[in-house]
């Protein structure tokens, strides 16, 4: 904690040309270091503070090495990448990883345990803080994993979500394939998209090809979903067996970001963009939605935003933190992040001029 009782924030930039980290006591100014790892890609972050400590996760892209995972035990000083690269496919597979999209470190209580999902479409598992991953066969040897298609952006796992009630259930989101779920740990999986509309295929409503850009769930009610779709905004009150839209009172359904609160039900945020043809935000008014009942309502937040604004947000280029108030933020595809220290009723730029966003994190940290 800060000396002043603050709590200090760290916040995590990943783009397309390196990582920049950022500290802050007032979530409005913020000294930031970087750039690491600078002209390679950084899709995806993960920061662990679960073991008294605060563990910093890259899923870091060069174009000559390849990706690997690299972690940091002192916000950056020092990093350290496994020998062998921390994710691998076994030989058997005859494939290599293309790119690291998501790094999600599981609850306080499976310690150690960490999430990664990565192109082509796949889920690992770490029990070592996230040092080395271990395929997730189940997924791998699915039947349908031959009809999954890439997206716009590549054959993206870019959500795994454990259910921090029940250690078996995992729910993980592709684009494009939809939401699968498992109830054994990960052992099977079953796609679960009742509802969600695929308006690109001839049938709107398969039982999977969906592309779903993020799902997030209910901090107080495991088995509510909230999620993203290729035009569509949802909820699942039965951990994704059927979805219904809330997308009502949006300017637009489609979009990349879902947030959830970190403690209260109920409370998400989307970052609305027109149209998949036209990936601007609507009418280039850039502005965050919130809702405090779970999609019934949506309210615009965009104080201090600039406007116009013709810059779109990443699926994973906006989080939360677990302050007090919630903190959110964001960054575009014009190099710019935003931070709130008020659950995004208003906005001040935390850093700019950095190149194409492309994952934000942050987290309360000692």
Known sequence: MASNGAAQILLAVGTKKGLWLGTSTDRQSFDFTGPHFLMNEIPSIGIDTRNGGTRILVGVRSEHWGPTVAHSDDFGATWIEPENGAIAFPADTETAVERVWQLFPDTEQRPGVVWAGCEPISVWKSTDGGEHFELNRGLW?????????????????????????????????????????????????????????????????????????????????????????????????????????????????????????????????????????????PEGHLAVHRTDDAGETWTRLDGGLPDPDYNVVLRDAAAVDTAEPVGVYFGTRGGSVYASADEGASFTEAISHLPDVLCVRAAVVG
């Open 141 to 281: 040897d699915h039947p349908h994993r031959s009809e999954w298609g890439a997206g716009f952006g590549g054959a993206a796992a870019h959500t795994v979500l454990p259910s921090p009630s029940d250690p078996d259930t995992i729910h993980m989101a592709m684009s494009t394939g939809g939401v699968y779920r498992s109830t054994d740990g990960g052992t099977s999986w079953e796609p679960r998209n009742h509802g969600i509309q695929a308006t690109f295929l001839p049938d709107p409503l398969p039982e999977f090809g969906q592309c779903v850009h993020k799902i997030a769930r209910d901090p107080q009610i495991p088995e509510r979903l909230f999620a993203q779709n290729h035009h569509g905004v949802y909820r699942s009150d039965d951990n994704g067996d059927t979805w219904i839209s809330i997308a009502d009172g949006l300017p637009a359904d489609f979009g990349f970001v879902m947030m959830t609160h970190p403690r209260r039900s109920g409370t998400a945020w989307v970052i609305p963009i027109k149209a998949d043809a036209e990936r601007i935000p």
